[in-house]
């Protein structure tokens, strides 16, 4: 037994030392139901020899994430991540310090690089509260209509408005350049391709952000006919470049922030601000309905043959009025509303090329006679 209790204590003294604890100071800023709070923690790592320290600080260094507004316990916080840098010979200095002295822990250096803008820019800038968010679904559209609705919205996630903004100026150009893909499109009386279909659903969810955000609308179109994707109608928004625009005029105290979400068949956009009105709307009111027109088909060479594809649907014409009530904190009262007036419109189908014509059954063999 003494020489194996021997060679325990001669392993126990030759082997590592105990490691150390490595701890990392993290600051972070959230922004609270209007406040800007700065939180700190720290994150304690395991460290036995300099290799897993460098190996340490290529696992937590980070670039920096921008803002984002999350719900959640029933709020709205906005948070960020803030860059994380680590000087290599600083690190093995600080744990070369502590073992030499016995010490059982050694802090990080570290240098923050927040994100740009930062939650301090924006809160500086007046965004600080949930104002308003608005959605639509696309759910039956097709891929290239989703890729342009994808597109268009992460052009504007993220977007901070000053007064009066154009959204097709912050859209950018629409074309296949910028990467839109062609889809169906309403021109005049027809649906047919064209760049960019789809972005109107991004008008239109955006417009109702504003709208329920209670900002003065300078510009908006409706649509020639009630689209389905559109519901409740008198709430969509058209643009068609360089023709058709939408503007709103940011009338509150500071800049809105724009943060789009695309997910499940569903557009949302959330718009973050200075929060200085109650708004309160009613509709939609509908009158001179008239009904739908007959359908129409679309010839498509590259659907198979025989097969009919739905693309748009039957819409009844009418008028269409929402009405809206702002209610400032200085107690002023501005009443508006959206008037739309739609076209009836058919269902339209795609139909592929017509089959060939089966060929006509051959003959019955005539029975000869016996040799």
Same mark, same amino acid.
């Given at each position: ?58 696992? +937590? ?9 999350? =719900? ?39 240098? =923050?690089?927040?994100?740009?803008? /930062? ?21 039956? /559209? ?5 890729? !342009? ?10 977007? +901070?408005?000053?007064?009066?903004? /154009?959204? !097709? ?21 027809? $649906? ?57 005029? !940011?009338? $509150? ?7 789009? /979400? ?24 509908? $009158? ?13 060479? $590259? ?46 189908? +795609? ?21």
């Amino acid at each position: 037994m003494r020489p194996f209790v021997l060679l325990i204590l001669l392993g126990l003294a030759l082997g590592q030392s105990a490691p150390l604890e490595a701890v990392l100071v993290l600051r972070e800023d959230v922004l609270e139901e209007g406040r800007l709070v700065a939180y700190t923690g720290t994150q304690r790592y395991p460290v036995a020899s300099e290799a897993e320290l460098l190996r340490l600080l290529d696992r +937590l260094a980070r670039p920096p994430r921008p803002p984002r507004f999350i =719900y959640q316990d029933g709020r709205w916080r906005g948070v960020e991540k803030k860059g994380l840098a680590f000087d290599r010979e600083e690190a093995l200095k600080a744990f070369r310090e502590a073992r030499a002295q016995g010490k059982k822990r050694f802090l990080l250096p570290v240098r =923050y690089t927040p994100p740009s803008p /930062s939650l301090k820019d924006l809160y500086a800038l007046g965004v600080r509260e949930h104002l308003a968010t608005a959605e639509t679904g696309f759910w039956g /559209s097709s891929p290239e209509r989703v890729h !342009n609705i994808r597109l268009a919205a992460s052009r504007l996630d993220g977007l +901070l408005v000053p007064p009066g903004p /154009s959204f !097709n100026r912050a859209l950018g150009p629409i074309a296949l350049e910028t990467g839109f893909k062609e889809a169906y499109v309403i021109v005049g009386d027809r $649906t047919e391709t064209g760049v960019g279909g789809g972005v109107c659903q991004v008008s239109t969810t955006l417009f109702r952000a504003f709208f329920f955000a209670g900002l003065p609308i300078l510009e908006r179109h409706a649509h020639s006919y009630q689209v389905a994707y559109y519901k409740p109608p008198g709430l969509d928004a058209a643009v068609i470049q360089p023709y058709k625009d939408l503007k709103v005029l !940011n009338d $509150t105290p500071g800049a809105l922030w724009i943060q789009a /979400s695309v997910q499940e068949g569903r557009l949302r956009f959330h718009l973050f601000g200075t929060k200085d009105r109650e708004v309160a709307w009613e509709g939609p009111f509908i $009158t001179d309905r008239k009904p739908p027109l007959p359908p129409r088909e679309i010839p498509d060479p $590259t659907l198979p043959p025989g097969a009919r594809k739905q693309v748009d649907f039957a819409a009844e014409g009418a008028k269409v009025v929402v009405r809206r009530r702002v209610r400032y904190g200085d107690g002023r009262v501005r009443e508006d509303q959206v008037v739309s007036v739609y076209r009836p419109w058919g269902a339209v189908y +795609l139909v592929g090329p017509s089959p060939a014509p089966e060929a006509p059954p051959a003959p019955p063999e005539e029975a000869g006679a016996a040799p």
